[in-house]
DNA sequence: CGTCACTGCTAATACGTATTAGCACGCCGG
DNA sequence: CCGGCGTGCTAATACGTATTAGCAGTGACG
């Protein structure tokens, strides 16, 4: 492999066509303000050269010179590409590489960032944020000192998910779980639930602080209205708990457990809906076979990865007033396992 | 939002210790050759000062002394996130993302490439590429034209999937269809098929071609060994065509078409393997609700990711020898469809 | 005391583009 | 013939880093 031949640069295409580099940036900027002229012949001239050459502009010196590079930068907490198929990440991405194209921008993904403690870090010798414009941030959890960080520096970044201050309003694009969990708690509070179980995932990210609120806020109606952590493997004793404790509807964070929950229900001899209703706070982020419909609420992930690009572009361009911060509402998805509490009782 | 405040610069830094430019750079680079030399109190004043600051180097201007910059480029022709989760790419880009975390390199998608025709473009004004330092492409059918231009250019590249000399050898990192389809052709031939036909997608890609160069070249000791294209929607016909031929067994280059087969089949009362063998030439790239295990072949598409970084890393770095093309084996699956000929007539 | 080597640093320049101040020229009006 | 103005371009510079030639200072050695 000989050494890379030299590239065409505006100097060479300026000595072909007989003018000097800066007319030949003016040309292809297009420049035609007031103070600035060419004669058409000599632009002619210039664009032919520049098409018999195949030049094409350096976007690296163009960036040092111009401060935009039109790329978009996108930091994942974790790899933005899982092994298990089906993950947490794709949707988003396709929401924003879909505005990125639009817009016509390159997405830049940060897998230069080192691991350190299970989790990517945005800050380490050598960052590299600034090769792009700025930056979306994708995580379920976000550390703050590295939010406060960015709001220091003044770079221009939102993040997937409402945040809370770091340090200044974090500039995010997330989806408003309070408002859909709280509108499930009062579906099931219509249908005659009064006894109400939360199963969360022991998390402390925004996100699952927010759906808490939304079961806190409307739960306070019901004669009872529990609140725990549980995960898939905990299924069992979960169930049992849930039964001694009389709740006739849980409302679950996590996919996997809800799936766990029905599965071991099942096999119990129990039915869902009749003897216990179960809803769903989030559609799967890793693929788990079942064949039920639960009821629950879909995160608009798609369309939250394309705002937050459409966001972006604001904040960098400076056209955003304030810092923007979006809460898109998650539709409602009416499946089979939201009944009514004591339906077993009428076929014992 | 203000005006950004301009970012920490080396020339700052040299302000701030009292030394030049060039030596903060010297420093950063802790460059300790025969002929630069930094006192160790120097360089510690000087490393404090970044310290302090939180100063980190602008990778642009890096790129541009430099001429690299640790980012590998990825050009997908169609969307790298496809909607329907049919995702082509997704296994490729996952090892292309482990491998470029392992080396530290950042992952530059192309989406602002103008789709043209339903293609995306490489080459279009404000071309991009020279953002990285190379290339990866992904895609099942490359343009030729463009190839050629990237080898005129002498811009470093890697096409994941082999392809054909275009104006030169291209640099690939490929499967090897042609023994993986060969050695199926010598099973199906050990269990006494002597008719056999292959359904190919009719499409000229070359990951087509070397299937059906694999089949020709082993098929060549059967009694009829035919060659025709299907899709998914041809079912019915294809079927009707390949029990008028006697062939005991096909070959199905598509993997939603060898699962509609074998539904058409079924609907007939035939049964796979006993009346039909099917053997699928790789793996789903579009999901295929189906409980069979298909008889044929997986293709590597993780390890041929990593494999692409790390052979355009080589070429980058000038240490690759000539032009790189790399073949990897395809794991053969042992799966249920594949029978002997006549096993109905037993039992009729 | 001149020469030489060595140390530790800096000045200068390159990378390729964008921007701006201003030059040279021709023309017109007075 | 001079001042003024519009036209069409160029020279100079900035962007932030990497590299290299070379300078000043010091000590050793003949």
Redesign the interface.
Known sequence: ?????R?VTQRDIARLAGVSQATVSLVLNNRADADVRIAPETRDRVLRVIAET?Y??????R??AARF???IGVFTYE?????G??DFF?PF??GI??Y??RV?????????APVVDGRRRIFHQ??????ADGCILLGQEIDGEELH?LNR??Y?YVAVGRRDDAGGPVPYVGADYATAVRRLVEMALDRGHRRLTYLGMGITAESSEDRRRGYLAAAAAAESARHRSATAADAETVLDDLLADRSTVAFVEDFATVVALERAARRRGLAVPRDLSLLSLGDPTVPVPTDLAFTGFRIPR?EMGRQAVEVLAR?ID?S????PQRLLPCELVEGDTLGTPGQAAGRP
Chains 1, 2 share one sequence.
């Open positions: 492999m000989p050494a890379t031949p590239r195949g094409a502009a350096d976007p690296v010196a960036r040092l590079n039109r790329i790899p933005a590409f899982p092994s198929s089906r794709h991405l396709l590489e879909e990125a194209e016509g921008c390159d997405l830049l993904l940060f897998t230069s050598d960052n590299r944020l600034r090769l960080r520096d003044g221009p798609e904040v400076g955003a007033s304030d810092v």
